[in-house]
């Protein structure tokens, strides 16, 4: 929750590819307080069967810049794991994850709340600023 002297991060992922949650991704907050301030690890959480992280560490007072840090590459590898299980016959050995891990970084003022949505396939993403 924000206050009026920091600023609350929430978000979620949605898996574009199934147009389903992605459900156990972990995700790591990360903050300073200053462009040239040294990054501070918070801690992180993984997300829930409906996508969500809903008990991300809260902002220090005087925080300015927030990174996430999305692990997407086990989450796409047991994707994987399950389809091959589910379809033998159509195993590809040779296709790793283009995109092992997403980093957001964005800027944010004391007493806003920052919803921050990551929408994510195998080959891309996209992340804008929710509400």
């Not at 008990?55 to 925080?63: H, N, Q, S, V, Y």
Request: hydrophobic content about 35%; aromatic content about 8%; overall charge negative.
């Amino acid at each position: 929750m924000s206050t009026s002297t920091t600023a609350s991060v929430s978000t979620h992922i949605l898996d574009t590819s199934i147009g389903r949650p992605a459900e156990g991704v972990a995700v790591q907050l990360t903050a300073r307080s200053g462009r040239h301030a040294d990054w501070q690890a918070l801690g992180g959480s993984a997300t829930d069967a409906d996508g969500r992280c809903k008990d991300l560490p809260a902002l220090p007072e005087g925080t300015t810049h927030v990174r996430l840090d999305f692990a997407v590459e086990p989450y796409f590898e047991k994707k994987q794991a399950d389809a091959q299980q589910d379809a033998p016959a159509n195993r590809d050995s040779g296709r790793g994850v283009f995109f092992p891990e997403v980093a957001i970084t964005f800027a944010v003022v004391p007493g806003e709340h920052y919803h921050v949505p990551l929408l994510l396939n195998p080959f891309g993403y996209s992340v804008y600023r929710g509400s």
